[in-house]
């Protein structure tokens, strides 16, 4: 299975500052069809998570465009600027490349 | 609007089988895959499963043995079933709406607790 491995765990954020999350693959999940199979999701407190970026760079409908992302073929890269409470919870990523899908171990994000 | 929303009883006993539905609405399942995960208490995520849009299904190795995943497309639904329980299947259970490989809209999640 492809691991996935984010750091910081935990990360705190005065707000309306930056901040950035890091995640690694343990394979490249660019696929032949030259989509990269990366995806962020943010988990608020007590509720599921909600699907931030698909395909690496891509916002999702709804998304503040604080929200971005970047990377690799194994080396990526959620950013969020200008933080703001709302942003406060869990971020995973999570590849769809191979079966199965596997998620990284998450990022708290916490406000200072 | 899209929804998907998991039923199913919140306390089973250890060894027995486990029933959840998940019951979808604002869309066709004949058009978006359904994917199982669930995620311990204080714990990540784990991919279980997934009903493709043609009906046919895949499991993640390490519970396939034990898994089930259907559907009746005409009451939107898709079932899950997972055997022989022991404490470490307590988690949420959260079924997922997905397309072209991108889950776009989880349920609220079910609770399940494994105890006597």
């Known amino acids: 299975d492809i691991v996935l491995t984010q750091a910081p765990l935990s990360v705190s954020v005065t707000p309306g500052e930056s901040a950035s999350i890091s995640c690694r693959s343990s394979?490249?999940?660019?696929?032949?069809?030259?989509?990269?199979?990366l995806y962020w999701y943010l988990q608020k407190p007590g509720k599921s998570p909600q699907l931030l970026i698909f395909?690496?760079?891509n916002l999702a409908s709804g998304i503040p465009d604080r929200f971005s992302g970047s990377g690799s073929e194994t080396d990526f890269t959620l950013k969020i600027t200008k933080v703001e409470t709302e942003d406060v919870g869990v971020y995973y990523c999570?590849?769809?490349?191979?079966?199965?899908?596997?998620f990284g171990a998450g990022t708290n994000l916490e406000l200072k | 609007e899209v929804q998907l929303k998991e039923s199913g009883p919140g306390l089973v006993q250890p060894s027995q089988t486990l029933s959840l539905t998940c019951t979808v609405s604002?869309?066709?399942?004949?058009?978006?895959?359904v994917h199982w995960v669930r995620q311990p208490p204080g714990k990540g995520l784990e991919w279980m499963g997934v009903?493709?849009?043609?009906?046919?299904?895949a499991y993640n190795s390490a519970l396939k043995s034990r898994l089930s995943i259907s559907r009746d497309t005409s009451k939107s639904q898709v079932f899950l079933k997972m055997n022989s329980l022991q404490t470490e299947d307590t988690a949420i259970y959260y079924c997922?709406?997905?397309?072209?490989?991108?889950?776009?809209?989880w349920g609220q999640g079910a609770s399940v607790t494994v105890s006597s």
């Open positions: 009903m493709w849009t043609g009906g046919s299904t």
């Open positions: 394979k490249s999940l660019l696929s032949s069809k030259g989509i990269t199979s």
């Open positions: 997922i709406r997905a397309k072209d490989y991108v889950m776009d809209a």
């Open positions: 395909r690496m760079s």
């Open positions: 604002g869309f066709s399942l004949t058009d978006y895959s």
């Open positions: 999570a590849q769809f490349l191979e079966y199965p899908p596997t």
